[in-house]
Protein backbone atom coordinates (compact mmCIF):
# COMPACT_ATOMS: atom_id res chain seq x y z
CA UNK A 1 0.00 0.00 0.00
CA UNK A 2 2.78 2.19 0.76
CA UNK A 3 4.04 1.33 -2.39
CA UNK A 4 0.98 2.93 -4.27
CA UNK A 5 0.07 5.83 -2.17
CA UNK A 6 3.80 7.05 -1.74
CA UNK A 7 4.18 7.61 -5.74
CA UNK A 8 0.64 9.21 -6.12
CA UNK A 9 1.47 11.57 -3.32
CA UNK A 10 4.97 12.38 -5.04
CA UNK A 11 3.35 13.13 -8.32
CA UNK A 12 0.66 15.25 -6.71
CA UNK A 13 3.53 17.22 -5.17
CA UNK A 14 5.45 17.16 -8.02
CA UNK A 15 2.07 18.11 -10.15
CA UNK A 16 1.68 21.37 -7.92
CA UNK A 17 5.29 22.54 -7.88
CA UNK A 18 5.42 22.17 -11.52
CA UNK A 19 1.92 24.60 -11.53
CA UNK A 20 3.77 26.85 -9.51
CA UNK A 21 6.83 26.78 -11.07
CA UNK A 22 5.55 27.59 -14.63
CA UNK A 23 3.37 30.31 -12.85
CA UNK A 24 6.87 31.39 -11.26
CA UNK A 25 9.11 30.81 -14.66
CA UNK A 26 6.06 32.79 -16.85
CA UNK A 27 6.86 35.96 -14.63
CA UNK A 28 10.51 35.71 -15.66
CA UNK A 29 9.57 34.77 -19.32
CA UNK A 30 8.16 35.72 -22.11
CA UNK A 31 4.38 35.28 -21.14
CA UNK A 32 3.08 34.61 -24.35
CA UNK A 33 1.53 31.42 -25.92
CA UNK A 34 4.81 30.61 -27.29
CA UNK A 35 7.34 31.45 -24.22
CA UNK A 36 5.62 29.01 -22.04
CA UNK A 37 5.70 26.43 -24.85
CA UNK A 38 9.71 27.53 -25.00
CA UNK A 39 9.46 27.32 -21.31
CA UNK A 40 7.67 23.77 -21.47
CA UNK A 41 10.40 22.32 -23.42
CA UNK A 42 13.25 23.56 -21.46
CA UNK A 43 11.83 22.29 -18.10
CA UNK A 44 11.31 19.13 -19.34
CA UNK A 45 13.83 16.01 -19.24
CA UNK A 46 14.82 14.00 -22.25
CA UNK A 47 14.94 10.61 -21.96
CA UNK A 48 16.13 8.07 -24.86
CA UNK A 49 15.46 11.16 -27.54
CA UNK A 50 11.36 11.93 -25.68
CA UNK A 51 10.70 14.09 -23.98
CA UNK A 52 9.45 13.66 -20.33
CA UNK A 53 6.56 16.77 -19.67
CA UNK A 54 5.51 17.19 -16.10
CA UNK A 55 1.47 16.90 -16.71
CA UNK A 56 0.66 19.66 -14.48
CA UNK A 57 2.56 22.02 -16.95
CA UNK A 58 0.94 20.73 -19.48
CA UNK A 59 -2.44 21.30 -17.95
CA UNK A 60 -1.38 25.02 -17.16
CA UNK A 61 -0.26 25.33 -20.63
CA UNK A 62 -3.62 23.58 -22.40
CA UNK A 63 -5.55 26.21 -19.91
CA UNK A 64 -3.52 29.13 -21.09
CA UNK A 65 -3.98 28.24 -24.56
CA UNK A 66 -8.26 27.87 -23.94
CA UNK A 67 -8.01 31.44 -22.37
CA UNK A 68 -6.21 32.69 -24.81
CA UNK A 69 -8.53 31.14 -27.63
CA UNK A 70 -11.21 31.79 -25.86
CA UNK A 71 -10.36 35.52 -25.45
CA UNK A 72 -9.38 35.39 -29.38
CA UNK A 73 -12.46 34.35 -30.57
CA UNK A 74 -14.79 36.81 -28.13
CA UNK A 75 -12.32 39.43 -29.70
CA UNK A 76 -12.90 38.13 -33.37
CA UNK A 77 -16.62 37.96 -32.56
CA UNK A 78 -16.75 41.30 -31.46
CA UNK A 79 -14.20 42.72 -33.96
CA UNK A 80 -17.14 40.86 -36.98
CA UNK A 81 -20.07 42.63 -35.52
CA UNK A 82 -17.99 46.03 -35.28
CA UNK A 83 -17.38 45.66 -39.09
CA UNK A 84 -20.95 44.95 -39.51
CA UNK A 85 -22.39 47.71 -37.97
CA UNK A 86 -19.58 49.84 -39.39
CA UNK A 87 -20.59 48.03 -42.76
CA UNK A 88 -24.11 49.56 -42.43
CA UNK A 89 -23.55 52.93 -41.35
CA UNK A 90 -21.52 52.98 -44.40
CA UNK A 91 -24.47 51.82 -46.42
CA UNK A 92 -26.76 54.08 -44.64
CA UNK A 93 -24.10 56.80 -45.49
CA UNK A 94 -23.55 55.94 -48.76
CA UNK A 95 -27.50 55.67 -49.29
CA UNK A 96 -27.86 59.05 -48.12
CA UNK A 97 -25.07 60.85 -49.61
CA UNK A 98 -26.79 59.49 -53.52
CA UNK A 99 -29.91 60.79 -51.92
CA UNK A 100 -28.16 63.88 -51.56
CA UNK A 101 -26.49 63.86 -54.37
CA UNK A 102 -29.46 63.20 -56.57
CA UNK A 103 -31.55 65.86 -54.76
CA UNK A 104 -28.30 68.40 -54.86
CA UNK A 105 -28.69 67.27 -59.15
CA UNK A 106 -32.32 68.23 -59.51
CA UNK A 107 -32.17 71.55 -57.71
CA UNK A 108 -28.88 72.58 -60.10
CA UNK A 109 -31.15 71.64 -62.47
CA UNK A 110 -33.98 74.08 -61.99
CA UNK A 111 -32.09 76.60 -60.97
CA UNK A 112 -29.93 76.36 -64.65
CA UNK A 113 -33.33 75.88 -66.61
CA UNK A 114 -35.96 78.75 -67.21
CA UNK A 115 -39.26 78.15 -68.33
CA UNK A 116 -40.43 80.84 -70.97
CA UNK A 117 -44.20 80.27 -72.88
CA UNK A 118 -43.98 76.87 -71.37
CA UNK A 119 -40.72 76.13 -73.12
CA UNK A 120 -38.05 74.62 -71.14
CA UNK A 121 -34.37 75.93 -72.15
CA UNK A 122 -31.38 75.73 -70.19
CA UNK A 123 -29.76 79.20 -68.59
CA UNK A 124 -27.27 79.06 -71.10
CA UNK A 125 -28.91 78.29 -74.16
CA UNK A 126 -31.44 81.25 -72.82
CA UNK A 127 -28.95 83.89 -72.94
CA UNK A 128 -27.35 83.18 -75.78
CA UNK A 129 -31.00 83.15 -77.76
CA UNK A 130 -31.68 86.59 -75.59
CA UNK A 131 -27.83 88.04 -76.73
CA UNK A 132 -28.55 87.22 -79.94
CA UNK A 133 -31.90 88.79 -80.03
CA UNK A 134 -30.38 92.24 -78.57
CA UNK A 135 -27.24 92.28 -80.96
CA UNK A 136 -29.47 91.63 -83.85
CA UNK A 137 -32.27 94.59 -83.01
CA UNK A 138 -29.75 96.44 -82.02
CA UNK A 139 -28.08 96.14 -85.31
CA UNK A 140 -31.20 96.66 -87.11
CA UNK A 141 -32.40 99.83 -84.89
CA UNK A 142 -28.36 101.42 -86.13
CA UNK A 143 -29.55 100.61 -89.33
CA UNK A 144 -32.80 101.74 -89.19
CA UNK A 145 -31.05 105.43 -87.91
CA UNK A 146 -28.36 104.76 -90.64
CA UNK A 147 -30.82 105.02 -93.21
CA UNK A 148 -33.37 107.50 -91.90
CA UNK A 149 -30.56 109.89 -91.58
CA UNK A 150 -29.44 109.48 -94.96
CA UNK A 151 -33.06 109.97 -95.92
CA UNK A 152 -33.70 113.45 -93.42
CA UNK A 153 -30.68 114.62 -95.13
CA UNK A 154 -32.00 113.93 -98.94
CA UNK A 155 -34.70 115.29 -97.73
CA UNK A 156 -32.55 118.80 -96.40
CA UNK A 157 -31.09 118.98 -99.37
CA UNK A 158 -34.33 119.06 -101.33
CA UNK A 159 -36.34 121.61 -99.28
CA UNK A 160 -33.06 123.58 -99.87
CA UNK A 161 -33.04 123.25 -103.38
CA UNK A 162 -36.95 123.64 -103.04
CA UNK A 163 -36.30 127.08 -100.81
CA UNK A 164 -33.68 127.80 -103.93
CA UNK A 165 -35.98 127.54 -107.04
CA UNK A 166 -38.71 128.88 -105.09
CA UNK A 167 -36.72 132.16 -104.61
CA UNK A 168 -35.03 131.76 -108.24
CA UNK A 169 -38.96 131.97 -108.89
CA UNK A 170 -40.32 134.46 -107.18
CA UNK A 171 -36.97 137.06 -108.40
CA UNK A 172 -38.32 136.24 -111.76
CA UNK A 173 -41.94 137.15 -111.27
CA UNK A 174 -40.90 140.13 -110.20
CA UNK A 175 -38.47 141.02 -112.80
CA UNK A 176 -41.20 139.25 -115.15
CA UNK A 177 -43.58 141.99 -113.56
CA UNK A 178 -41.49 144.86 -113.45
CA UNK A 179 -40.50 144.06 -117.38
CA UNK A 180 -44.34 143.61 -118.28
CA UNK A 181 -45.19 146.90 -116.28
CA UNK A 182 -42.04 148.64 -118.03
CA UNK A 183 -43.72 147.67 -121.93
CA UNK A 184 -47.12 148.18 -121.10
CA UNK A 185 -46.03 151.68 -120.17
CA UNK A 186 -44.11 151.90 -123.64
CA UNK A 187 -46.93 150.50 -125.33
CA UNK A 188 -49.15 153.15 -123.57
CA UNK A 189 -46.40 155.85 -124.65
CA UNK A 190 -46.58 154.69 -127.77
CA UNK A 191 -50.44 154.64 -128.14
CA UNK A 192 -50.42 158.52 -127.01
CA UNK A 193 -48.05 159.55 -129.35
CA UNK A 194 -50.21 157.31 -132.21
CA UNK A 195 -52.91 159.19 -130.65
CA UNK A 196 -51.54 162.67 -130.98
CA UNK A 197 -50.02 162.49 -133.99
CA UNK A 198 -53.64 161.34 -135.42
CA UNK A 199 -55.04 164.48 -134.25
CA UNK A 200 -52.81 166.56 -135.52
CA UNK A 201 -53.10 165.09 -139.20
Known sequence: MKKIILPIISAL???????????????KVDPSLKGQYQLLLTKSKTINGYKLVNPGRISAFWKNLSDTLSTTRKQLTNA???LKAQEKDI???????????????GTNAKINEINFLGISFAKSTYNTIVWSLIIGLAAALAFLILRSAKYMHEAKYRSNLYEEIAQEYQ??????????????????DERNKIDELKSRG
Open 80 to 82: NQK
Open 171 to 188: SYKTKANDKEKKLARELQ
Open 91 to 105: ADLKSQISGKESALA
Open 13 to 27: ILSFNAQGQLTNDST
